[in-house]
């Protein structure tokens, strides 16, 4: 199983369109990269998890999911950081490869000697934008592929159904 943990605020301040929701209102940009990150955790069946800390949002530590992704907001006087070392330590084993998604370099070394891997803002919103055109790519194929027909007919017959539909005949 491949778990990803991501600092909810560090990949906020980082991504251009978070950053401008952010500035107009945190809650959305919040809520725009819990969305963003449910789509990631469909389309590559990992699992995710986005640690928000309490710099934003005051009160006891709460776990709750939305989109089918847990969301963390720590405990009032915790950082992410320490919430995610916490995780990691928690998650990380023989058959759980761990990620975390921050451009924090202090977290990235501390959660690498804890044995999980570092994936950084840039290279996880890459990982996203080749995602999306996959997913274009698919659907286009998807669409431009015409239905086989369960019952062999010839040329001549499929002529005449096709002039049938289109009410030609």
């Excluded at 891997?117 to 055109?133: P, Y």
Aim: charged fraction near 40%.
């Amino acid at each position: 199983m491949v778990v990803l943990v991501v600092d909810g605020y560090n990949i906020i301040g980082d991504w251009e369109e978070l950053k401008k929701l952010k500035e107009k209102d945190i809650g959305q940009a919040r809520d725009r990269l819990i969305e963003v990150m449910a789509e990631y955790q469909a389309y590559s069946g990992h699992k995710v998890i986005i640690v928000f800390d309490a710099y934003y949002v005051r009160g006891m530590e709460s776990k709750l999911k939305q989109f089918k992704v847990d969301v963390i907001y720590t405990k009032e006087k915790e950082t992410a950081d320490e919430c995610i070392e916490r995780l990691v330590k928690k998650i990380k084993n023989i058959k759980t490869q761990v990620y975390v998604a921050t451009s924090d370099y202090a977290e990235q070394r501390t959660v690498f000697g804890q044995g999980a891997l570092r994936k950084s803002a840039r290279e996880l919103f890459i990982e996203l934008e080749n995602i999306g055109r996959e997913i274009e790519e698919n659907v286009e194929e998807h669409k431009n592929k015409k239905p086989v027909s369960k019952i062999a007919l010839d040329k001549e017959v499929l002529e005449k159904f096709e002039k049938m539909r289109r009410g030609e005949l």
